[in-house]
């Protein structure tokens, strides 16, 4: 067996955007975000208000990834703000949960004190190297909110890289099977408490 490391197998360079530096680099975060997700090109020109948005909202913190060979060149981002009552990802979960049969007391609680993971993107070439679970580490660390939340598409079995990631950091159902205004697909929402922490691994 081969101990040579490939490039992939060295560690990214994580990097903590300003919102100045969010907005100016949208042109090369999103296409990250259009092809993880596999959206239709041009997507991405739709999303970069709702973004750049995002980036004046309280709370709001961005980590993107590089690689070492080529330190210039965005593969992955993550983003993500202070949960609050009046924003749309925030009512969309409320009435998810209210049409799963939540108290509303469970209800306030869950949406009491959260980080909305809102996005975390690794591009398809990029994959496979725990670029996503760097980037989650560094975006959560030392976050002051109880608890995270993010949704993500279902897929059959939970199997792909994102579920698995998220249930390796211990992530549990809050909602399944929910369809957001916007969006035809089914997407899980998913939580747990802050701080997040993770056993060291030995890499494969």
């Known amino acids: 067996m081969s101990t040579d490391a490939t490039p992939h197998d060295a560690a990214p360079i994580l990097l903590e955007l300003s919102p100045a530096e969010f907005r100016a680099r949208l042109p090369e975060m999103l296409p990250i975000y259009v092809a993880a997700m596999k959206y239709p ?6 999303r970069a208000p709702m973004w750049s948005e995002h980036a004046g909202r309280a709370g709001w913190r961005a980590v993107a990834a590089a690689l070492p060979q080529d330190p210039s060149t965005l593969v992955a981002i993550a983003y993500g703000y202070r949960g609050a009552p009046q924003q ?11 049409h799963a049969g939540y108290s509303a007391e469970r209800i306030d609680d869950a949406l009491g004190d959260y980080f909305e993971l809102t996005e975390l993107h690794v591009h ?4 496979g190297h725990r670029i996503g679970e760097a980037l989650l580490l560094r975006l959560l660390d030392g976050r002051p909110e109880r608890t995270v939340l993010l949704s993500t598409p279902e897929v059959p079995d939970e199997d792909n890289r994102a579920w698995r990631l998220y249930r390796r950091l211990g992530f549990r159902d809050v ?9 035809a697909r089914p997407f899980a929402v998913l939580g747990r408490e ?11």
Do not use: C, I, K
């Open 41 to 46: 090109r041009g997507t991405e020109y739709h």
């Open 124 to 127: 398809p070439d990029a994959q």
């Open 175 to 183: 909602v399944r099977r929910f369809v957001f205004t916007g969006d």
């Open 194 to 204: 802050l701080p997040l922490t993770v056993a060291s691994e030995p890499r494969r």
């Open 88 to 98: 749309w990802w925030n009512q969309q979960v409320r009435s998810g949960m209210r």
